[in-house]
């Protein structure tokens, strides 16, 4: 089974901090990708990655950057975090373009 | 018009019950359809997906596909209350790696 794990499931963090998200998937996909789900908003594309050193903006990039230095991991990084970025960050993986396997979240509060 | 619609619910229901969870897509150029499930506090996981007008099932769940109306429908037969989840619709063109995904019906199956 596809295994996709978060570095946190909850998290808290001051307004200004910088705040890394660490993702690793271990069934060597090519693509991954960072959501943010929130209540009547859905899931929101962040980034996602289709290789190495490779990434594209998704609908909601502002605030946000990411890193991949190697092909299972994945990381979002909130370079000076503020209370709207308070939410529930997934991660997810995939080969083929249209399964896509999720982690189990990080509930993150910025204070 | 947003890309994908779906009726948040919330959706209560006996256990039993038939259940029908529905979304519809303003884009043609749609061509693969998937339902996701999640559990409260876990990140959604694949359920059913198809790339073609008509259904397809497995077990109790059906997935139905109407491509002129632009319409999907996931079936849940003799419901359980290990059913009760969020379900999200999730459409791609197919072109590219990205997800558009519904905002999820909060489906309740009582015993």
């Known amino acids: 089974d596809v295994k996709v794990t978060q570095s946190s499931r909850y998290l808290v963090k001051r307004t200004g901090e910088k705040v890394f998200l660490e993702c690793v998937q271990d069934?060597?996909?090519?693509?991954m990708f960072w959501y943010r789900q929130d209540p009547g908003l859905g899931l929101r594309l962040i980034y996602f990655s289709y290789d190495v050193k490779m990434k594209e903006k998704g609908d909601i990039p502002e605030g946000y950057s990411v890193s991949r230095e190697k092909k299972e991991r994945f990381s979002l990084i909130l370079e000076s975090a503020s209370t709207n970025q308070t939410s529930m960050y997934l991660c997810a993986s995939s080969q083929e373009w249209n399964e896509q396997f999720f982690g189990p979240g990080t509930r993150l509060t910025v204070l | 018009q947003k890309e994908v619609e779906q009726d948040p619910g919330p959706l209560s229901v006996p256990e039993g019950a038939i259940v029908s969870l529905n979304c519809t897509y303003s884009?043609?150029?749609?061509?693969?359809f998937m339902w996701y499930r999640q559990y409260s506090r876990k990140g959604p996981e694949l359920l059913m997906y198809t790339y073609s007008s008509g259904n397809k099932e497995d077990g109790r769940f059906t997935a139905q596909v109407d491509k002129s109306s632009k319409y999907i429908s996931l079936f849940i037969r003799d419901s359980q209350p290990s059913d009760s989840a969020t379900y999200l619709c999730a459409i791609s063109g197919g072109s590219n790696y990205k997800l558009t995904f519904g905002k999820g019906t909060l489906l309740t199956v009582n015993p």
């Open positions: 884009n043609s150029a749609f061509q693969y």
């Open positions: 069934m060597d996909h090519e693509n």
